[in-house]
């Protein structure tokens, strides 16, 4: 299908793999960990399973501004280990990148440790074998790695966010290195993530959010709705998590604690209400008293509703701030509250076009 | 870059940690020479009297780049 020709410059490099891997790690093209090289019948190879033109421009990228052709997503996705079948997937996430929604100027330059991560829904999960199961965050899934990995290289070689240098990031976060999951929808009690926002159960589709962290949800003794609910609110109730209402977050929930929530008949709906019931009134007391209502007022803690100066804020301004998916083992109780960058706000969706 | 556009004398005041970023950004928009004054890193901590002081030190740098004449920021080539 490729027949636009290659457009990237084609460098003169050692065969030797070590050698290769040297010579892009001292270009600051890698994520410090060794590459597949982007060979011209590779990247040739990639873009054809895409099934759009090499010179087709997916997305501007903040910080640099640079056109994100899909030629350079495919040197990307080579590198980074991408199977050429799951380079749709791919273009859809960097479709995404750019949207307001997600802020993307700010977590490619932050100070904070804020990474991408990819959900997917749909049979493209079975079709490429994109883990939603055991270990879901964890290494072990070439799928999820790999589309985890080349959306950080694009971030890296095409947005321009090089680490200490254009992006701020303190410490980073592990989920740096790459995050792609996909929702266990055949052990979730509700409708998945991407029914939710509009499309259809057998259409794949992708959402991309930002965390700036993950809560471990380690709850294995409460039998009741309530009983977890209360202890899954407890973990919100934090100066780090809450206090920023206007965000979203995502709520991990393993199969069992999904089960636990939705014997008792709740829907997902009901769930974000509880939740949002529980965390409207984080008492100002978890913040340091040093700081002033000035203070509170600039961080964006408080000044959402009148109430708030009465002493008291709340994770989110709405139950729909909550988005609720279901991932992970069927072997415990375990889930993961994942708070999203705080500049974001409504996250974007987009269906998988699989090339016919 | 709004009031670069606009025509309004512009100087960013830039944290000595924060000049590579700044730089890049300022590169990606086209205005590569954007004009900077520099401070330590960090002065969000500091006390308000030594931000004040570091203040009335750099101020009179900050209206020097001020004045100072500057090329308009690159354009795209008009196309036909």
């Known amino acids: 299908m490729q027949t636009t020709p290659l457009k990237s410059k084609v460098l003169d490099v050692e065969e030797d793999p070590e050698a290769l891997f040297e010579d892009f790690y001292a270009r600051g093209w890698t994520d410090g960990l060794p590459i597949i090289p982007p060979t011209p019948a590779r990247v040739e190879r990639m873009i054809a399973a895409g099934g759009r033109p090499a010179n087709e421009v997916v997305a501007i990228l903040e910080p640099r501004n640079a056109p994100a052709t899909v030629e350079k997503l495919a040197i990307n996705a080579v590198m980074a280990g991408c199977h050429p079948s799951y380079f749709p997937v791919l273009l859809t996430i960097v479709e995404c990148m750019p949207h307001s929604g997600l802020d993307p100027l700010g977590i490619n330059t932050t100070t904070n440790p804020v990474w991408l991560m990819s959900v997917v829904n749909g049979p493209v999960r079975q079709k490429l074998n994109i883990n939603s199961g055991y270990g879901v965050l964890g290494p072990g899934w070439r799928a999820n790695a790999t589309i985890g990995r080349a959306t950080r290289l694009i971030q890296l070689n095409t947005a321009g966010s090089i680490p200490g240098e254009v992006t701020k990031s303190c410490q980073a976060h592990p989920g740096r290195y790459g995050q792609c999951v996909g929702e266990f929808e055949e052990r979730s009690p509700w409708e998945p993530l991407h029914v939710e926002r509009g499309f259809k159960k057998e259409e794949s589709a992708v959402t991309l959010v930002a965390p700036m962290s993950a809560i471990r949800i380690t709850e294995t003794d409460c039998k009741t709705a309530e009983g977890l609910l209360h202890y899954i609110a407890g973990c919100m109730d934090s100066p780090t998590t809450a206090g920023h209402p206007d965000t979203h977050s995502l709520l991990m929930l393993c199969p069992d604690h999904a089960a636990i929530l939705a014997r008792e008949g709740l829907s997902k709906k009901d769930v974000k209400q509880e939740l949002y019931k529980r965390t409207k009134a984080i008492p100002l007391s978890r913040w340091p008293s040093e700081l002033t209502t000035g203070d509170l007022k600039r961080l964006g803690v408080v000044g959402h509703r009148p109430a708030d100066l009465g002493g008291t804020t709340c994770v989110h301004s709405s139950p729909d701030h909550f988005k609720v998916i279901v991932a992970g083992g069927p072997s415990g109780y375990h889930s993961t509250w994942f708070s999203l960058w705080f500049h974001g706000a409504e996250i974007p969706t987009r269906r998988i076009q699989l090339p016919d | ?80």
């Open chain 2, 1 to 80: 870059m709004e009031t670069v556009k606009k025509g309004i004398p512009t100087v960013a005041v830039v944290t000595e940690e924060f000049v590579s970023l700044a730089k890049a950004i300022a590169t990606s928009l086209k205005y590569p020479d954007l004009p900077m004054v520099v401070v330590p890193h960090p002065f969000e901590m500091l006390p308000v009297e030594q931000v004040r002081k570091l203040a009335d030190e750099k101020v009179q740098e900050l209206v020097n780049q001020m004045e100072k004449p500057r090329p308009a920021p690159a354009r795209r080539a008009p196309t036909a």
